[in-house]
């Protein structure tokens, strides 16, 4: 069974602050998708990233997954409440999911 | 169109009870999946249908849980001789197809406290 680390568990900044959340595996993501969480909500899909060492963008959000395949992060620029919320990696496929990085972002 | 929706979106039962929950998965997606979130967790897989049979049930804990798909649309979650631990929120999602690069929606969950 593939294990997914993610880190930090929690996160708490102020808007406009940058951060980074991690993700890694004990063994090699055929892929692997981040997720957004907000309460009372199922995950919602931000990204599915396929080639090692591929980085992908969305708006302020930047992804990227490692050459080997076993770790990703994503990177937030200029942080706003409206990102506040559970961000999760999972493998693709039959999804297993790391425990999440809970984000709170203060105005 | 309408996306996944479950309910009831929250249940209280008490210790040893049996309970449903129910997922209806966006038209026409053939593979439906139903997760478990405990607080402060990811979801955990717990089985995977495609079309009226269950494709992957490696992910129930134990034999008092079990899912029915009977026509390969509403899918139902059953639960019985509830247990303290069982509470959680149970997530369904749907794709348009199985395992592979497609998309899975997620329901908003149902809430499940055994007390």
């Known amino acids: 069974t593939q294990l997914l680390e993610q880190s930090p568990q929690f996160l708490s900044i102020q808007e406009g602050e940058n951060l980074t959340v991690y993700c890694n595996s004990s063994?090699?993501?055929?892929?692997l998708q981040w997720y957004r969480q907000e309460p009372g909500e199922g995950p919602v899909l931000l990204v599915t990233?396929?080639?090692?060492?591929e980085v992908k963008k969305l708006k302020r959000l930047t992804f990227q997954f490692g050459d080997a395949r076993k770790d990703s992060s994503l990177h937030i620029t200029a942080a706003q409440p409206g990102d506040t919320g559970l961000y999760l990696c999972?493998?693709?496929?039959?999804?297993?999911f790391g425990q999440g990085t809970i984000l709170t972002v203060h105005p | 169109g309408a996306g996944v929706s479950q309910t009831p979106s929250n249940k209280v039962t008490e210790k040893g009870k049996y309970v449903e929950l129910r997922c209806d998965p966006i038209?026409?997606?053939?593979?439906l999946y139903w997760y478990r979130q405990s607080l402060g967790q990811g979801p955990e897989f717990l089985i995977y249908?495609?079309?009226?049979?269950?494709?992957?049930d490696s992910g129930l804990p134990n034999d008092r849980f079990f899912a029915v798909r009977p026509e390969g649309s509403v899918s139902t979650l059953k639960i019985q001789r509830t247990e303290r631990g069982d509470s959680a929120v149970y997530l369904c999602?749907?794709?348009?197809?199985?395992?592979?690069?497609?998309?899975?929606?997620f329901g908003p969950g149902t809430r499940l406290t055994v007390l």
């Open positions: 999602a749907s794709s348009l197809s199985p395992l592979g690069t497609d998309t899975q929606y």
């Open positions: 063994s090699v993501f055929s892929s």
């Open positions: 990233v396929v080639t090692g060492g």
């Open positions: 999972a493998s693709h496929g039959k999804l297993t």
């Open positions: 038209s026409g997606h053939t593979a």
């Open positions: 249908f495609q079309g009226t049979g269950a494709a992957d």
